[in-house]
T-cell receptor, first 112, second 111 residues
Framework: GENVEQHPSTLSVQEGDSAVIKCTYS??????FPWYKQELGKRPQLIID?????GEKKDQRIAVTLNKTAKHFSLHITETQPEDSAVYFC???????????FGTGTRLLVSP | DVKVTQSSRYLVKRTGEKVFLECVQD?????MFWYRQDPGLGLRLIYF???????EKGDIPEGYSVSREKKERFSLILESASTNQTSMYLC??????????FGSGTRLTVV
């Protein structure tokens, strides 16, 4: 079955810096790659997603890139702010956006 | 907005008890999922359901069962709770291409 690896497990940056979180997946049939943000004590929430027919997607300060050949995708956050501090999860799916397999999470800390 | 509601935020149960975790969604979604979340392990799929009375095992189904008698409700059952089932349990539903909506989670402690 699908396996998703996520790095780093923790990431500390200064406010205004960029942050990059990387994930690799094993199943070449995976075709949907969402990213979730989980603030302390709250539920995970979808922040951006990308499908396998697209190489890059941006939404304001957040972007995701996908390299199908290498089977990896990355989350890029620019101009980080303290409210970006959270745990971020990547995921992959092969069955029409269902049955997501998640990475182990990255704890991002943005210091003022 | 889709709402996914988990009946309990915190539960404390004794070893050997039968435990029911309830999840209700209000948008007529066909697909519902139960995950458990543990530090350093991310979210792992326990069971999922594509329709009423239909269920499929996820990656870690041992010690769990599920029930989906109505479309809006998906229950996770711990037949005989054990301490290694102490965890955060997250329910989710999905329809189409819009990603999961998660419930607020149930933090279960088995003593």
């Amino acid at each position: 079955g699908e396996n998703v690896e996520q790095h780093p497990s923790t990431l500390s940056v200064q406010e205004g810096d960029s942050a990059v979180i990387k994930c690799t997946y094993s199943d070449s049939a995976s075709n949907y790659f969402p990213w979730y943000k989980q603030e302390l004590g709250k539920r995970p929430q979808l922040i951006i997603d990308i499908r396998s027919n697209v190489g890059e997607k941006k939404d304001q300060r957040i972007a995701v890139t996908l390299n199908k050949t290498a089977k990896h995708f990355s989350l890029h956050i620019t101009e980080t702010q303290p409210e970006d501090s959270a745990v971020y999860f990547c995921a992959a799916s092969t069955t029409g956006f269902q049955k997501l397999v998640f990475g182990t999470g990255t704890r991002l800390l943005v210091s003022p | 907005d889709v709402k996914v509601t988990q009946s309990s935020r915190y539960l404390v149960k004794r070893t050997g008890e039968k435990v029911f975790l309830e999840c209700v969604q209000d948008m007529d979604h066909e697909n519902m999922f139960w995950y458990r979340q543990d530090p350093g392990l991310g979210l792992r799929l326990i069971y999922f359901s594509y329709d009423v009375k239909m269920k499929e095992k996820g990656d870690i189904p041992e010690g769990y069962s599920v029930s989906r008698e109505k479309k809006e409700r998906f229950s996770l059952i711990l037949e005989s709770a054990s301490t290694n089932q102490t965890s955060m349990y997250l329910c989710a539903s999905i329809e189409g291409a819009y990603g999961y909506t998660f419930g607020s989670g149930t933090r279960l402690t088995v003593v």
